[in-house]
């Protein structure tokens, strides 16, 4: 059988634990916290899902950095109510990680120009879509890309980098000699934790 995880039964390794697996998604993308999915919610109130990859993770500020499109949906709901939440399941290390917070898009300020400029063209690209994300089309190829820019700026204005700041994350280690579940806070700069059933 397996050895168990140092985090096993350390609360505050589990919660580091958690955030080591955000990093690592950052930077590698067969990790698949590198594509969590992102839940907000609408106008009415409904759940919203879908797919986003993760840019930055920085345990120390408990916060979360992914891209969008300032015409999309998304960007529309983090405007007018802020809630947020992603979702990650990794099969291989059995952990489940759910983190719930406030975002805020930056679409002007350093936090974007920062975000842009480290982008690939080939991301950049995706930013100049005409019409805007969401578009009902009459087919669906009705739709332009720019070609590649040379002033690398075509998509600047409908690009948003968006930072989750993390209020509750709940991680969930999936195990046959028993599961490891456990909810953390936010305060003003530090966590608590405590172990919850699974
Ligand atoms: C693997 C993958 C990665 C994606 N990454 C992003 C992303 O980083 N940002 C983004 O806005 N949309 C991303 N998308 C597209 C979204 O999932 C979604 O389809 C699109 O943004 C429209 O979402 P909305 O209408 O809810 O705003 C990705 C989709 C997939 C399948």
């Avoid at 936090?111 to 982008?119: F, I, K, M, R």
């Avoid at 999936?174 to 003003?188: Q, S």
Wanted: proline share 5%; aromatic share 8%; with cysteine.
């Amino acid at each position: 059988m397996d050895a168990l995880p140092s985090f096993y039964d350390d609360l505050d390794g589990f919660r580091a634990e958690g955030w080591r697996r955000l990093a690592e998604g950052v930077t590698n993308r067969y990790s698949p916290f590198h594509t969590p999915s992102l839940a907000t919610v609408d106008a009415a109130g409904r759940p919203r899902l879908r797919t986003v990859v993760l840019r930055a993770a920085d345990a120390g500020a408990g916060a979360l950095r992914f891209h969008c499109d300032r015409r999309s949906d998304k960007a529309r709901e983090i405007a007018e109510n802020g809630l947020a939440a992603l979702h990650v399941y990794d099969g291989r290390a059995k952990l489940q990680l759910r983190v719930e917070g406030r975002a805020r898009l930056h679409q002007d300020d350093a936090v974007a120009d920062a975000a842009w400029g480290a982008a690939l063209t080939m991301s950049r690209i995706c930013y100049g879509v005409e019409p805007g994300p969401g578009t009902a089309l009459t087919a669906g190829d009705a739709y332009t890309m720019p070609d590649e820019d040379p002033e690398a700026r075509i998509g600047r204005e409908n690009f948003c980098a968006v930072v989750l700041s993390a209020e509750r994350m709940d991680l969930l280690y999936l195990d046959r000699r028993g599961h490891r579940r456990a909810v953390f806070r936010r305060g003003t700069e530090t966590w608590t934790g405590t172990w919850v059933a699974p």
